[in-house]
């Protein structure tokens, strides 16, 4: 059994602002000379899927100002085994970011005092400062992609089982698409332990061993080219290819125009899952 706290996210985050940026204050002071040129604004949206269960994700599109500064906070929760992480991370995440000037959550509190054994979530940030600079960090398969007037870039990295078998491996789990989700479903995909569809995530004690939530983090200076970030969760990236989310977008530059066709149409497409997306667009 391990015993060693694990810090979700939010350290390697803090790490990673403290070696290229400084500390969160630091940072946001730092950047207070800086104004935004562009008009941003969001749109947002969250479907049902067809699952036999509740909706389990949470979604956060939203803008503060700290300091003199303006802050875009973004991010979508896409729960599993129940919604209670993803409600957790949604009502806590970004209020103990901005107070405390520090990225942490324990993924100890969240296993004792949220969930137990069961349940866990996803997790894709974006803190967007002063329309300029965007601070990304994702666990698990949400994910985030930035529409530029003539590319897509993909920021966050997919946590799939089969891309980390290696790690799954060294933790003492397996990787296996053999497993009762892929009867009822339909569906076979890679699976820790033929369970949990992602290595990485936040909760799922009974998987804690074999995965971690340990993020990938991206730092990117919004240039004048971008048109488009995208946050979007699996319900919509298993239908959809990101330059074809761009391509549906392509002609749009409204945020709520943008969600409202990408969520048409990956319901076009087939989703069955509940899908989650948010867009921010620079004018």
Same mark, same amino acid.
């Given at each position: 059994?391990?015993?060693?706290?694990?810090?979700?996210?939010?350290?390697?985050?803090?790490?990673?602002?403290?070696?290229?940026?400084?500390?969160?204050?630091?940072?946001?002071?730092?950047?207070?000379?800086?104004?935004?040129?562009?008009?941003?604004?969001?749109?947002?949206?969250?479907?049902?899927?067809?699952?036999?269960?509740?909706?389990?994700?949470?979604?956060?599109?939203?803008?503060?100002?700290?300091?003199?500064?303006?802050?875009?906070?973004?991010?979508?929760?896409?729960?599993?085994?129940?919604?209670?992480?993803?409600?957790?991370?949604?009502?806590?995440?970004?209020?103990?970011?901005?107070?405390?000037?520090?990225?942490?959550?324990?993924?100890?509190?969240?296993?004792? @005092?949220? #969930?137990? &054994? /069961? $349940? %866990?979530?996803?997790?894709?940030?974006?803190?967007?400062?002063?329309?300029?600079?965007?601070? =990304?960090?994702?666990?698990?398969?949400?994910?985030?992609?930035?529409?530029?007037?003539?590319?897509?870039?993909?920021?966050?990295?997919?946590?799939?089982?089969?891309?980390?078998? @290696?790690? #799954?491996? &060294? /933790? $003492? %789990?397996?990787?296996?698409?053999?497993?009762?989700?892929?009867?009822?479903?339909?569906?076979? =995909?890679?699976?820790?332990?033929?369970?949990?569809?992602?290595?990485?995530?936040?909760?799922?004690?009974?998987?804690?061993?074999?995965?971690?939530?340990?993020?990938?983090?991206?730092?990117?200076?919004?240039?004048?080219?971008?048109?488009?970030?995208?946050?979007?969760?699996?319900?919509?990236?298993?239908?959809?290819?990101?330059?074809?989310?761009?391509?549906?977008?392509?002609?749009?530059?409204?945020?709520?125009?943008?969600?409202?066709?990408?969520?048409?149409?990956?319901?076009?497409?087939?989703?069955?899952?509940?899908?989650?997306?948010?867009?921010?667009?620079?004018?």
């Amino acid at each position: 059994m391990i015993t060693q706290k694990r810090t979700f996210h939010l350290r390697k985050i803090q790490q990673r602002l403290s070696s290229d940026l400084g500390p969160l204050h630091k940072n946001i002071e730092d950047d207070k000379k800086l104004s935004s040129r562009r008009l941003v604004t969001h749109g947002f949206h969250l479907v049902r899927g067809k699952r036999d269960h509740g909706m389990e994700d949470y979604i956060v599109a939203e803008k503060r100002q700290i300091n003199g500064n303006e802050l875009g906070l973004y991010a979508i929760f896409d729960g599993h085994s129940g919604k209670q992480v993803a409600e957790y991370l949604h009502s806590h995440l970004f209020d103990n970011i901005l107070q405390k000037r520090v990225y942490e959550v324990k993924d100890d509190e969240i296993l004792e @005092s949220v #969930v137990g &054994s /069961r $349940g %866990g979530s996803t997790a894709v940030t974006a803190i967007l400062i002063n329309g300029e600079k965007l601070i =990304v960090g994702n666990v698990g398969d949400s994910r985030a992609i930035i529409f530029r007037e003539s590319s897509v870039e993909q920021i966050t990295v997919d946590h799939e089982p089969q891309k980390e078998r @290696s790690l #799954v491996e &060294s /933790r $003492g %789990g397996f990787v296996s698409k053999l497993s009762a989700f892929s009867v009822i479903y339909h569906r076979s =995909v890679p699976r820790v332990d033929g369970q949990l569809a992602m290595a990485r995530a936040i909760g799922d004690e009974k998987l804690k061993e074999h995965i971690t939530s340990e993020p990938d983090v991206a730092i990117v200076m919004m240039d004048t080219d971008v048109k488009f970030i995208i946050l979007a969760d699996d319900g919509l990236w298993n239908v959809m290819s990101n330059q074809e989310a761009a391509d549906c977008i392509r002609e749009l530059r409204d945020g709520q125009e943008t969600y409202e066709e990408l969520i048409k149409e990956a319901l076009s497409r087939g989703s069955h899952e509940d899908i989650s997306c948010v867009v921010v667009a620079f004018h």
